[in-house]
């Protein structure tokens, strides 16, 4: 199964355009602590059923992850359980991000 998503780049460019999104990462707390993209807002997996009132449905969403597994999986479940069509997946997580857009944002 294949899930909306977006690259580091296309990311990187579409938040220096302005556009209004919102970042969810889905790591756990000691991996977000470590290294995030600015404006993420930490949303771990194991909390996103309590917690999915949090995630917009007016605008596109971005969920974040290390490489892109946790994210697609909480994608699957924000279309399947809450039938949200604005989510999208970094493609390559946080890591990829890392090495393609931000050295500045340590890779673990």
């Not at 493609?91 to 990829?96: D, L, S």
Request: charge should be negative.
């Amino acid at each position: 199964m294949t899930f909306p998503e977006l690259t580091p780049e296309q990311l990187r460019d579409r938040l220096a355009a302005g556009e209004n999104l919102q970042l969810i990462d889905v790591r756990q707390p000691e991996e977000f602590e470590y290294c995030r993209i600015e404006g993420s807002v930490l949303v771990p997996l194991d909390d996103l059923a309590r917690r999915a009132e949090e995630i917009a449905d007016d605008r596109p969403v971005v969920l974040i992850c290390h490489h892109g597994v946790r994210s697609a999986q909480a994608l699957a479940y924000l279309q399947h359980r809450h039938e949200l069509t604005n989510l999208l997946n970094l493609r390559g997580g946080i890591h990829a991000w890392s090495v393609r857009v931000d050295p500045n944002v340590p890779v673990y």
